[in-house]
C-alpha cells in the first residue's frame, strides 16, 4: 500500500508497520538466496571457462566484455528508472538473470560447439542484469530501511551475505573436485549452476513479495539523458575528482591485465584441485571483509590519503608474491596479504570520492563516473593481458634465459606489476588530503560489499547516508550533505 502524505501521523505509522517487518525480514532472505547466485559469478566463471578450454584472449575476452556492458546498463537503468516502476524492474530482471545462469548448466551439459562463445555471450547477460538491479535496488532499498537502522541493518545483510558465499565457494569447490575424480567434472559445472539459478529463482519470488512504499517515478525529478551524460562530463571539470578518477580507473585496469590470469596458473599451471582453488578464493575475500572494520578506524585516525598511498605502493608486489613459490599454502598467505591491501584500497578510494565531491552536488553522478571510467579501463587492461598472455610462450621460447620461468604467465603478472607502479607513482604527487566537510554528527556514509574478488577485491556501494542522533535530537533536513 502506497503511503499518503495526507493521511494522519499515526495512520501512515500503523500502516508502515504493517508491512516494514516482513519486508526487512524477505530482503534479510533474498540476501541468502541470491548469494548462492553471485558466489558462482566472479570466482567460477574463470574456471568454467579454463574446463572448456578457452584460449588466452578468450579469458580476457570473458573478463572485458561482460564488465564493460554491465556498466552500460548500469547507467541504462539509472535513466530508466526516471521513467519506469523499479519493484517490476528489479524482479523481472532477477527472474531473467535466474534464466541466464540455468541456461549455464544446459551449457555444461551439453558442452556444444562454441560452448567459450557461448559462455561469454551469456556472462555478458549476467553482469548486465547484476548491474542494471543495482541502482533500483539501492533507491529501492533506501525508500524501506528507516535510516537509523540503515548501518545495522547493512551490517546484519552483509554478514548474511558473505557466510552463504564462503558456504557456496566450499561446496562449489568440493563438488568439482569430487566431479573430477569420477570424470564427469560437466556434471558438476551443471550442478553447481543449476543451484545458483535456484537460488536466483528464489530471490526473484522474494524480492517480488517484498513493499515498495514510493512505486512510481517522481515527473518533479526526472532528467533526461542527454542532461545526465552532461552532468557526468561536468563532474571531469574537477580536477581533484578527475585525477582521482584516472587514478583508480586506471589501478584496476592494471589490475584487469593479470586477474583473469590467476585460475589459469592455478587450476592449469600448478594442477590445483577445484577445492584448492576455491579455497584460495577465500582466502583473500575472507580477509578483505575481515579487515574493513581495521582499515575504517585506521583512515578516521589518519585519513583516506594515507591509507591509498599504502595500499597502491604495495598493491604492485602481489604479482610478484605469487611468482616466488607454487606451494599452495604459501599462495593462500599471498591471498590473505592480497585481501588485506585490497580491503584498504576499496575502503579508502570509496570514502575519499565522498569527501573530494563538491559541496551539495549529486553523489551518484560522481559515483557512475568513475565507474563508468574503471569499466572501459578494466576492458582495455583485459584485452592487453590476453594479447600478452597469447605472446607469452613464444616470447620465453625465443628470447635468452626466459625459459627459467616457471610459467609464461610470468610475463603476464611483470606487465601488471609494472603497470601498476606507473599507476601509484602518477598519482601519488596528485594525491591532496580533502577538506573533510563538516558533517552533522549523526551523519554517517553507509557502504555495503555489493560484489568480491579474490584477485581485484571488495565492491562497495554507497547506500544513503543514517541518522544516528541522540534521541529527541532535531534531525537533520534532508538537504545536509546527503549524497
Known amino acids: 500500500m502506497e503511503e499518503n502524505p495526507d493521511q494522519p501521523v499515526a495512520s501512515v505509522a500503523r ?27 566472479d570466482n567460477f566463471f574463470n574456471a568454467f571457462a579454463i574446463y572448456l578450454n578457452a584460449t588466452a584472449v578468450q579469458m580476457s ?10 556498466a552500460l546498463f548500469q547507467l541504462l537503468s539509472a535513466w530508466l528508472g526516471n521513467y519506469l516502476p523499479r519493484k517490476p524492474l528489479v524482479v523481472v530482471t532477477a527472474g531473467l538473470q535466474a534464466t541466464v ?6 551449457l555444461a551439459l551439453t558442452r556444444s ?24 535496488w539501492r533507491a529501492w532499498m533506501g525508500s524501506i530501511v528507516p535510516q537509523r537502522r540503515r548501518g545495522v541493518f547493512f551490517a546484519s545483510r552483509t554478514r548474511l551475505t558473505m557466510m552463504a558465499s564462503l558456504g557456496i565457494f566450499v561446496s562449489g569447490g568440493a563438488l568439482l573436485s569430487l566431479s573430477e575424480r569420477v570424470g564427469v567434472v560437466w556434471l558438476g559445472f551443471a550442478l553447481l549452476f543449476a543451484a545458483a539459478a535456484t537460488g536466483r529463482g528464489i530471490s526473484a519470488r522474494l524480492l517480488s513479495q517484498m513493499h515498495d512504499p514510493d512505486p512510481h517515478p517522481h515527473p518533479a525529478s526526472r532528467k533526461g539523458f542527454l542532461q545526465s551524460m552532461q552532468q557526468l562530463r561536468e563532474s571531469l571539470k574537477d580536477k581533484t575528482f578527475r585525477d582521482y578518477s584516472f587514478f583508480v580507473a586506471g589501478m584496476q585496469g ?10 589459469v596458473y592455478m587450476l592449469r599451471d600448478l594442477h590445483f584441485t577445484y577445492l584448492e582453488y576455491s579455497l584460495n578464493a577465500i582466502a583473500s575475500i575472507l580477509t578483505q571483509f575481515l579487515t574493513l572494520s581495521f582499515w575504517g578506524r585506521f583512515s578516521d585516525r589518519f585519513g583516506n590519503r594515507l ?14 608474491l605469487w611468482m616466488l613459490s607454487p606451494d599452495f599454502y604459501y599462495l593462500l598467505f599471498v591471498q590473505m596479504v592480497s585481501g588485506f591491501l585490497w580491503s584498504g584500497f576499496s575502503l579508502s578510494t570509496a570514502n575519499y570520492l565522498y569527501d573530494i565531491r563538491p559541496h551539495k552536488s549529486d553523489f551518484a553522478v560522481y559515483a557512475a563516473m568513475q565507474s563508468a571510467l574503471s569499466a572501459g579501463a578494466v576492458f582495455c587492461g583485459a584485452i592487453i593481458g590476453g594479447l600478452i598472455a597469447s605472446a607469452a610462450p613464444v616470447i620465453v621460447e625465443v628470447v635468452p634465459f626466459m625459459d627459467i620461468m616457471r610459467s609464461p604467465l610470468y610475463l603476464v603478472f611483470i606487465a601488471s606489476c609494472v603497470l601498476r607502479v606507473g599507476v601509484a607513482a602518477w598519482f601519488i604527487p596528485r594525491a591532496v588530503e ?9 551523519l554517517q556514509v553507509i557502504y555495503r560489499v555489493s560484489r568480491f574478488s579474490s584477485i581485484s577485491g571488495i565492491s562497495l556501494d554507497w547506500l544513503s547516508v543514517t541518522r544516528r542522533g541522540p534521541k529527541g535530537s532535531t534531525p537533520p533536513s534532508d538537504d545536509d550533505e546527503l549524497p
Open 254 to 263: 592494471v589490475v584487469a591485465i593479470s586477474a583473469p590470469f590467476f585460475a
Open 113 to 136: 560447439e562454441n560452448s567459450v562463445t557461448w559462455l561469454i555471450t551469456l556472462a555478458v547477460f549476467y553482469f548486465s542484469c547484476m548491474n542494471f538491479i543495482q541502482p533500483q
Open 307 to 320: 591509507v591509498m598511498l599504502i595500499s597502491s605502493v604495495l598493491i604492485p608486489m602481489l604479482p610478484i
Open 15 to 41: 500502516s508502515r508497520i504493517v508491512w516494514l517487518r516482513p519486508t526487512l525480514r524477505r530482503s534479510q532472505q533474498e540476501a541468502v538466496a541470491s548469494a548462492t547466485m553471485t558466489a558462482t559469478g
Open 61 to 70: 575476452w570473458l573478463t572485458a566484455i561482460p564488465q564493460l556492458f554491465g
Open 434 to 442: 580533502p577538506k573533510v566537510r563538516k558533517r552533522p554528527k549523526f
Open 101 to 106: 545462469v540455468a541456461a549455464l548448466a544446459i
